[in-house]
């Protein structure tokens, strides 16, 4: 699956990336070799350990390459007066009789504990472009869908923060 990332989310990505080869990576090798030093292999639980997080390290700088090498960039394109990435909407949620807020965001940072929203979820889906006032039908798979109505937008071009304000 191609991953929807702002050249933020990149620039993050390749920072992590060069972190975990320059300083994780060294760490780990450094670790294996002292828990190496230890002894008998059979029964070191440091050694295996240590090995395990090495492995770990490599495997996440190989999924981040991947990510990269098959990322589409994304911008917020969207009027004044639309919903778009990095916006804080709040929605009300016809069939509950409830008004919930959150923060529409690139799908490696959705969070739906943290209040937000990836632009791939079927609510982002549906709130993208949409104006205040917008009745949305939010299309779920198997179960037909909800509406939902768009309250209120904020603009933000905020991408750092990882939490959003409570009305």
């Excluded at 190496?36 to 700088?61: M, P, T, V």
């Excluded at 929605?91 to 940072?109: A, C, G, P, Q, Y």
Aim: aromatic residues 6%; hydrophobic residues 30%; negative net charge.
């Amino acid at each position: 699956m191609r991953q929807r990332l702002t050249d933020k989310d990149i620039e993050k990505i390749k920072q992590e990336i060069e972190h975990r080869k320059l300083v994780v990576r060294k760490e780990a090798i450094a670790a294996v070799k002292e828990a190496r030093e230890h002894g008998d292999l059979s029964e070191n639980f440091e050694y295996y350990a240590a090995k395990k997080d090495k492995n770990r390290n490599e495997s996440r700088i190989r999924y981040l390459d991947r990510m990269l090498k098959t990322a589409e960039v994304v911008e917020d394109n969207s009027s004044e007066d639309e919903v778009g990435l990095n916006n804080i909407i709040t929605v009300h949620f016809e069939e509950e009789d409830e008004e919930e807020t959150f923060k529409l965001v690139t799908s490696i940072r959705g969070n739906s504990l943290k209040g937000m929203i990836s632009i791939e979820s079927p609510i982002g889906k549906a709130v993208q472009k949409r104006r205040v006032g917008d009745r949305v039908l939010v299309q779920m798979e198997r179960t037909g869908g909800y509406y939902i109505k768009i309250v209120r937008i904020e603009k933000t071009d905020d991408e750092e923060s990882d939490t959003i304000r409570n009305y």
